[in-house]
């Protein structure tokens, strides 16, 4: 079993920044691609920002040059930067990841909690 638990949320002012942390545990054998989603209510969640094994990063338009992903494959961890925060960015905030169980070699999604990020203005 895997799982993955998130932190870093909380209340932030806008032009501020916050960072969200995701770790991974359990029978993994890798981790492929991570990503951060973001849902508000009423709507879907839609993803935020993705990386890859190989550290290549893609963003949601709203988001790039203000937010970076990286990864720390060792702790299989996964982060989230935010910078120049806006009350558009609130929301909750899960992480997900594409491990291979240790135990079947089968690959699978996994996801967080969920994590909720305030911008007030």
């Known amino acids: 079993h895997v799982q993955l638990v998130e932190s870093g949320g909380g209340l932030v002012q806008a032009g501020g920044s916050q960072r969200l942390s995701c770790a991974a545990s359990g029978t993994i054998f890798r981790i492929n691609v991570m990503s951060w989603y973001r849902q508000t209510p009423g709507k879907e969640r839609d993803v935020v920002a993705v990386?890859?094994?190989?550290?290549?990063?893609s963003y949601v338009d709203s988001v790039k040059g203000r937010f970076t992903i990286s990864r720390d494959n060792a702790k299989n961890m996964v982060y989230l930067q935010m910078n120049s925060v806006k009350p558009e960015d609130s929301g909750v905030y899960y992480c997900?990841?594409?491990?291979?169980?240790?135990?079947?070699?089968?690959?699978?999604?996994?996801w967080g909690q969920g994590t909720q990020v305030t911008v007030s203005s």
């Open positions: 997900s990841m594409a491990v291979q169980s240790s135990d079947t070699l089968k690959w699978r999604d996994y």
């Open positions: 990386i890859t094994n190989d550290s290549i990063t």
